[in-house]
Nanobody, 115 residues
């Protein structure tokens, strides 16, 4: 299977916005819910947001109301719109299936939020 390809990260000031994209394997995308995860230095990887094939969403409490996950089934792509960013949102963001597929990790995309 082809690993996911994440993009859209960067350096932004607190209060700013970024939109992440992830092009996923068609097989994975068509079968599973998809999710965004992030990992800060020295921290465990954590679930940020997830979306079912039908479009139902769920968010971590820390990002509720600021982040929006969406998916384009025709493009096998999942997005994460991040608004009102905070320094604590910094980290490497990855997409994967939900539940996690342990062998389906991409390189991730770095998000750095300066205060």
């Amino acid at each position: 299977q082809v690993q996911p390809v994440e993009s859209g990260g960067g350096l932004v000031q607190a209060g700013g916005s970024l939109r992440l994209s992830c092009v996923a394997s068609g097989t994975i995308f068509s079968i599973y819910s998809m999710a965004w995860y992030r990992q800060a230095p020295g921290e465990q990887r954590e679930l940020v947001a997830r979306i079912t094939r039908g479009g139902s969403t769920n968010y971590a409490d820390s990002v509720q109301g600021r982040f929006t996950i969406s998916r384009d089934n025709a493009k096998n792509t999942v997005y994460l719109q991040m608004n009102s960013l905070k320094p604590e949102d910094s980290g490497v963001y990855y997409c994967n299936a939900y539940p996690i597929n342990s062998v389906y990790w991409g390189q991730g995309t770095q998000v750095t939020v300066s205060s």
